[in-house]
Each structure stands twice: as structure tokens, then as C-alpha cells.
């Protein structure tokens, strides 16, 4: 049995790094287009998928089931995914799963798509410094919702797979840098998997016509081209292409982004072939049931407002490559468990309290309010609402790996405010009055043991 695809959402963060500062400042010659997606130094595969997930909207709440796929969990051992459930608002009866590996964005899709429930994905590529993986990879997130409803976005026709073990992309526990195999092999091999997959997916659906968009997620920028233009030579939009030339490679999450941005660009009726390549294939037949928001726009992937770009050695120092003198204050203290487990719906929702006898909102949550009232309380979610800045100030000997950081006393209109730190902005973008969102990341870490709690950021950022 398969749902149907209720809501889409991705998430790329909002710094950049052009190719040709790489090959600039390696090689002493900037060469290269485009540009990949950076994470922030606040950000990781946890943090990216809370900002795909919860941008799903409502329907989130009430699903049963969240799949959380990465190739970089922050935590083994640890579940990431009740990170991911805690920080989303998802109902407190959900089952939660984690999936590992670059396959795990098709695996949660094709979870979801059967239980119905949420796939989020969400990824960080890493190479050796000036590898095809670090020009060619990206960061980002997506998630979908699958279940019942009249109202939906598309349905899924049916799905194949054809496993193949093969040595195409690796990672050693304990390491950092993504490997790939030799090219000329991981070609054939793939390609040949690609071509199978397919014709199954066509027997299975019956669906013998070309879809409209094919979309292939693979690691090889131009076998990912060519697999494309193969499965449909005359239905070949450039959404993959901006794709791998904007955002890169990313991972596990990069099913999620394709398939987003060819949703994006369909028009109802409009079929949709999400091909994940790597370890064989496995395909994924959709069927467009509305216009996504950019049709009619001459099929373009989707043009995403500039992020700020960020220079190599910011890039290298934010991913742990540098290691430079950190600022000489006192250690940060390590996530304690008990408070961080008792005030949860706060800590991860962002939850506070209002009064039900006065209406005083109260962030972080009160028991007792100023007007006597004790447990007299409803929750008050903050996380959804736009605030506005009130006071802010400008932090120049911080540890921020980015400094200077900066912090804002934000006001949602009600008569709670919060003191926030201040997420992907320059000291110049923040006045007061400047609108705000809140957003999930990930604070600090301890002996590599991440905290994680929201920060705000412009408003305007949120188009991505
Ligand atoms: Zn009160």
C-alpha cells in the first residue's frame, strides 16, 4: 500500500562556497563555476532536517511515523531521529527510526511512502581538500509527508530496486572524508543498474510512457547528467542541472532536493521518475496531482535567492580541517541530561506558557504566574512565529567560530520576549525592527557532543 504525498519542503542553508575560491586558493588559479552549499558552523544533519521538517507544516504533528535519513549522524548509538521528532512538535505516540548511508534519503522516501509518516534527509559532504567530493558536494535538507488526505500533492505510482554491491562510495568509522571509487567502473556498473530499474519501475506501475522529469541522484555530476538524459532525452529540464551547479552532491538528502525541485516545476498530471543511484538503483514513480509553485516558469529548477559566500579557510576551519586558536574563555558546560530531558518541550519545541487566568506569556514556561496562579498554564509554541527585534548588540570577543556573534531581544507581539543568539546575518542586517524567524542549531559542542537549542534569523531568508 502506498499514500499519498501530502506536503514537500526543503532546506539549503544559506552560506556558499564559490568552486573557484577552492581552486583559487589551491591552485593559485580561479577556475570552476557555480557554487556548493555550506552548512553553518551552527548547523548539522539533525539541525538542516528540524528546518526541512517543520517547514512541512501542520500535518506534521499528527503523523505516526518520522524516518530520519543521513550518511552524518551527529550521535551514533543515540537515535538522532527523536532530535529530529522533539525539535518538530511531532505528537508524543510516533515512532521513530534512523537510516544510515547515502541510500537512506531513498530508504526514508520509500518508508514514508508505504506507513505513511515523515522522510526527513538532511546531509553534510566532506571531502580531502580540493576532491570532487568537497567542489561537487552540497549541504541541505529535505522532507516529506505522506498519508491520506483530498488535498494532496501527488501520488506515488509505485517503486524498484535493483541492489548491486558495489565499492562506489565509502566512508571509514571514525573519519571525516568521503570516498569514491574509480570512476570508468562506477559507471558501468551504475549505469547498467540505472537501465534496469527503470524498465522494473515501468512493469511495476505500468506506466510504459517516459515520465515528464526524470531527476538521478548519484555522486558523478555527469553521470547524473547523462542517466537523466537517458530515461528521457526530449523531457530533460535543467532542474538537475541548477541543482548540481547551485547547491552540489548532498548526500543522502540529495534524492530529497531533486525530487523537490521537480514537484516544483511540474505541472498536474505531470509523471516524476526520482532515481537514487549508488549501490545499484532503486526508482521512485510519482504523479503530480497539482501545479507546483514555480510551473509555467519555462521548467527552471528552482532559483534560489544568493546566500552569502563564505571563503575557503572559513569553509576548512567550520568543518574541522583548521584547527586555529579558539578564543581564551571558559569551557563551555557539557549537555547535562536531567534539565535537558525535564524541559524538553522548551529546549526542543520551543514551547512556552501562558496564564489562563491573566494571558501573561511566559518563555521559558512558568508554573506560577505574577498573578497567583499556579498550573493554571497552556503551552504557547513560539518556534512557528515571526518576532521582531528590539534590542540587539554586537559580540567581537566571543568564541563564535564566526565571529563577531551576535545576539537579539526579540518580541512575537505577546508579553514574553527572548534574548536569542543571531543566526546567518552580518552585524549590518540586524537593526531594530528587523523581522525575525526562529531556527533550530546546534549551539555548541562538548568533547563532540553537540547542544542544540534556537537562535533567531532574518526573516528573508526563509525562501529557500
Ligand atoms: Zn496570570
Not at 52 to 60: D, Q
Not at 174 to 189: I, K, M
Not at 426 to 442: A, K, L, Q
Request: proline share 6%.
Amino acid at each position: 500500500m502506498t499514500h499519498k504525498l501530502l506536503a514537500y519542503a526543503t532546506y539549503r542553508p544559506h552560506y556558499t562556497l564559490p568552486r573557484s575560491v577552492v581552486n583559487a586558493a589551491l591552485t593559485g588559479v580561479a577556475r570552476g563555476s557555480g557554487e556548493r552549499t555550506v552548512a553553518g558552523y551552527d548547523e548539522d544533519a539533525v539541525s538542516m532536517a528540524v528546518a526541512a521538517t517543520r517547514r512541512l507544516g501542520a500535518g506534521v504533528r499528527s503523523a505516526d511515523q518520522l524516518y530520519f535519513g543521513t550518511a552524518t549522524s551527529p550521535l551514533l548509538d543515540k537515535s538522532c531521529s527523536l532530535i529530529v521528532h522533539a525539535a518538530s512538535s511531532m505528537h508524543d505516540r510516533a515512532f521513530t527510526l534512523d537510516v544510515t548511508g547515502l541510500r537512506a534519503g531513498f530508504g526514508v522516501l520509500k518508508s514514508a511512502s508505504t506507513t505513511g509518516g515523515v522522510a526527513a534527509m538532511a546531509d553534510m559532504r566532506t571531502g580531502r581538500p580540493g576532491s570532487a567530493v568537497e567542489l561537487e558536494g552540497g549541504d541541505g535538507a529535505a522532507a516529506f509527508l505522506f498519508g491520506e488526505g483530498a488535498d494532496a500533492v501527488a501520488e506515488v505510482l509505485g517503486s524498484a530496486s535493483v541492489p548491486m554491491e558495489v565499492m562506489d562510495a565509502w566512508r571509514v568509522p571514525g573519519t571525516s572524508h568521503a570516498l569514491v571509487g574509480e570512476d570508468r567502473f562506477v559507471d558501468h556498473a551504475l549505469g547498467r543498474a540505472v537501465r534496469e530499474v527503470v524498465s522494473e519501475v515501468a512493469k511495476a506501475t505500468g506506466q510504459t510512457d517516459p515520465p515528464t522529469t526524470s531527476v538521478v541522484s548519484t555522486l558523478n555530476r555527469r553521470l547524473a547528467g547523462a542517466l537523466a538524459a537517458s530515461i528521457r532525452p526530449d523531457g530533460f529540464t535543467d532542474v538537475q542541472a541548477v541543482h548540481r551547479e547551485t547547491t552540489g552532491y548532498c548526500g543522502a538528502a540529495d534524492i530529497g532536493l531533486l525530487l523537490a525541485d521537480a514537484l516544483d516545476a511540474a505541472v498536474a498530471g505531470d509523471t516524476v521518475l526520482a532515481v537514487s543511484a549508488g549501490g545499484g538503483a532503486d526508482a521512485l514513480l510519482l504523479r503530480a496531482l497539482k501545479d507546483g509553485p514555480l510551473a509555467g516558469v519555462g521548467g527552471a529548477g528552482r532559483r534560489r535567492p544568493p546566500g552569502e559566500a563564505i571563503g575557503y579557510y572559513q569553509y576548512l576551519t567550520w568543518r574541522g580541517e583548521i584547527g586555529r586558536e579558539p578564543a581564551r574563555r571558559p569551557a563551555r558546560p557539557s549537555v547535562a541530561p536531567p534539565p535537558s530531558f525535564r524541559d524538553s518541550d522548551w529546549k526542543f519545541g520551543l514551547v512556552g506558557s501562558e496564564c489562563l487566568e491573566c494571558g501573561k506569556v511566559y518563555l521559558p514556561p512558568q508554573r506560577v504566574c505574577r498573578c497567583g496562579a499556579v498550573d493554571e498554564v497552556r503551552p504557547f509554541p513560539v518556534a512557528d512565529l515571526t518576532g521582531t527585534v528590539v534590542a540587539h548588540t554586537t559580540d567581537g570577543v566571543s568564541d563564535s567560530p564566526n565571529p563577531p556573534s551576535l545576539a537579539a531581544l526579540v518580541d512575537f507581539g505577546t508579553t514574553g520576549r527572548l534574548l536569542l543568539e543571531v543566526a546567518d546575518a552580518r552585524p549590518s542586517e540586524i537593526t531594530d525592527g528587523t523581522e525575525v524567524e526562529m531556527t533550530f542549531r546546534r549551539t555548541y559542542a562538548v568533547d563532540g557532543v553537540p547542544n542544540y537549542f534556537w537562535k533567531a534569523r532574518p526573516k528573508n531568508r526563509s525562501s529557500k
